[in-house]
C-alpha cells in the first residue's frame, strides 16, 4: 500500500502514552471532585484512543492484514460494554436506594442512552449546563457523553480508514497519503464547526459529536506524523516535560467554562501530543520516566473503569448527604471508593473477558457477550420503567377525584377523594411535566421558518380561528401554555407559541447571546405578519434574592412595538422562584412540614412591579395570578394533592391544567373577547 514509513521496531505497547492516560483520568476525577472545572483531561482521552486505533489500522493495512470490520465492531464493543453494565447496575441500585423518586424517570431514560452511545445526543438536546456548580442536580450517568461519543467514533473510524485502503488500492496512492488527505479534510472540517457551533449555542456544542471529531482526527493525524519526527533526545526531554506542564495548566488558566470544545481545546491535546512526541527518551530525566512509573501504569490499566465509576459515585453522595459541595474529606472518600470500584470491576470483569479464551474463540461468541450485556441492564430499566408506567396510568385514572390542584381553592370545595391518594404529577413524571411544543406550524408557519430555538408550535390551531394569541418567550411562558389552551379550544382561538429557553421577549439585550436577540426580532416579525390579536409573554422576572422580581429592561420598548402594530400585549406576572428543589419538597419533607409551605413575602417583595409597569404601559394588560400560585400568602409545594412546581421555579403542567377555569376566564375579560 505505498512507501513503508521509518520505524523504529519498537513494541506496540508504549508505557509512556499509558502513564499519560493515568493522570488525564486523575485530572478528570480531581477537577470533578474538588474544582468543578473541566481539566481537558476527557479531550486527551479521545486524541489518546484516535492515536491507538490508528496505529493498529494502519498495521493491519500495511502489513496486508483484511480490517475484517464486523469482527473488529464485535471485538471492541465486547471488551467496553461489560464494564458499563457493571456500572449502570450498580447506579441503577443505588438509585433506589438514595435518589429520590422525582429523579428516577430520568435516570433511567439516561440508561438506555448511556447503553446504546446516544448519551450525548440527549444531554446536547436538553441543553445540560456541563458546569454546573452544583452537582448533586446532575445525572450521575451524565459523564457517559464522551464514552457515546467515542463508541460512536469507533464505528465512524474504521469505516473511514477501510474507505481509505480502497481509495488507495483502486487510485494507487501511496495508503498515508489517502488517510492524511482523509482524516485532515475531518479535522478542518470539524475545527471549524466547533467553533462556530461553540459560539453560537456551546450547551450544544460541548456534547455534539461533530464538534469533537477533529479532536480524533488530531490523535489519527499524530500517529501519521510521528514515524518521521526525529527530534534531538534533549529536545524530546524537553517537549515531554513542558507538555505535562501545559496540560496541568489548562483548568487553572484558560477559561473553558463558555469556550470548549472549540479552538480553546487545542490546548491540552497540543500538550498531550507534545508528550506522545517526546515518546520514550531513556534518560531519567525525561517525563517519560515518571509516566512509566509502575503504579502510574497501573493506574492507566484501570483508567477506562475508573472514569466509569467515579461520577456516579460523587453525584449519589452528594445526593446522600444533601450537600452541593463534596469537601476534603468526602471527596477523599469518593476517590477512595472509585479506585476500589473500578480495581474490582478491572480485575474481575474488564481483564478477564478480554483474555477469555471461550469469549474470544469466534464472532459469535463476541456477539453472545455483548448481548448479555446489554440485557443485564435492560431487563431491569424496562421493569422499572413500567411498574412506573402503571403506578402513574392507576393514580391518573382517579384523578379528577383525588387530584383537584387550583380547583380545591374554590371558597365551597369540599375533598371526596381518597386520603391516601398519591400525589400528581408522580415524582418521576413530575420532572417532565412540561407542556410538549412537539406540533410545528404548518398552517400558522408564516414566517417562522427562520425562528431560533424551538421555532413555532401550534397548540391549538382551528381553521378558521376567531381570534390569533401568540404566546412568545421563555419556559415560564411556556408552563402559562395549559392554562391557556382550554379556553383556546373552547372559544374557536389559534394558540401559537413561539418559546425559547431562557430567552425573555424583549428588545435587544447585550448580555443575551446572538440566538435570542435574532429569535426575539424573527418573533415580532412574525407576530406582525400573522396579524395576531393578541401577544402574550412574562411580564416580570423573579429571582430567588431581594429584590424578588423585576421588569426586565427591554419589556417596556417591546411591549410598546407590538401595541404599535395594532396589537394586544398581554404580560403575565412570573411566578415565584425557591432556592431549592421545591418539585421534590413533598418527598423530602413531607408535602405539610414548614419547609414546603413558606410564607408568601418570603419569595416575594411588598412592592407590586405590576403597579409601575401599568403605570409606563397603560394599554397593556397585565396579569396577575399569585393568588393561585401562593393562595392565603402560603407558597406551598402541593394544592389540591397536585404538585405546584417541578423544580425549583417551574410549575407542572398538572398543576397550570388544574387553574385553567379560573386563569382563562381572567383572561378572557382582560382581552374583552
Known sequence: MGVTPPTEHKSPFRPEVQGLRALAVLMVVTYHIWFGRVSGGVDIFLLISAFLLTLSFIRKVESGLPLDLGRYWLRQFKRLLP?????????????GLFVPQSRWSEIL?????SLLYFQNWLLAAESVDYYA?????????????SLSVQGQVFILWPLLFAASAFLARTGRIPFRRVVLAVFGAVFIVSLSFSIAETYGNQAHAYFDTRTRLWEFALGTLLALALPYVKLPRSLRIMAGWLGLGIMFSVGFLLDVQGQFPGYVALWPLAAAALVITAGQTGSRFGADRLLSWRPLIRLGDMSYALYLWHWPVLVIYLIWRGREEVGPVGGTAVIGLSLLLAYLTTRLVERPLRSAEWANRNSGRSAVVIALCLAFVAAPVAGWEQGLRVQSERA?????????????????YVYAGDPQAPLLPTPEAGAKDYVSLETPCTRYASG????????????????NPDKIVVAVGNSHVQQWLAGLAPIAAERNWALIALIQGGCQFETHHDNYPDSCNERNEQALDYVTELNADAVVT?????TVEEPYETIPGGVVQMAREVMDRGMTFVGIRDNPRHDFHMGGCAEDYGADAPECNLPYYSVRSPSQPLNALQAALP???????????????????VIGNVRVYVDDNHLTQ?????????????????VGW
Open 396 to 412: 391518573q385514572a382517579s384523578a379528577e377525584l383525588n387530584n383537584p390542584g387550583a380547583a380545591a381553592l374554590a371558597p365551597d
Open 83 to 95: 464494564p458499563v453494565a457493571v456500572v449502570l447496575a450498580g447506579v441503577l441500585a443505588a438509585t
Open 109 to 113: 431514560s439516561q440508561s438506555w442512552s
Open 538 to 542: 412574562t411580564a416580570t422576572y423573579s
Open 654 to 670: 398538572t398543576y397550570v391544567s388544574t387553574m385553567a377555569p379560573e386563569l382563562g376566564r381572567r383572561f378572557a375579560s382582560l
Open 619 to 637: 394599554d397593556a394588560r397585565l396579569l396577575d395570578v399569585d393568588d393561585l400560585v401562593c393562595p392565603g400568602g402560603v407558597c406551598s409545594a
Open 133 to 145: 456548580v452544583d452537582h448533586s442536580t446532575a445525572s450521575p450517568l451524565q459523564h457517559f457523553w
Open 448 to 463: 417562522a421558518a427562520a425562528l431560533q430555538g424551538s421555532g413555532c408550535s401550534e397548540i391549538v390551531s382551528p381553521e
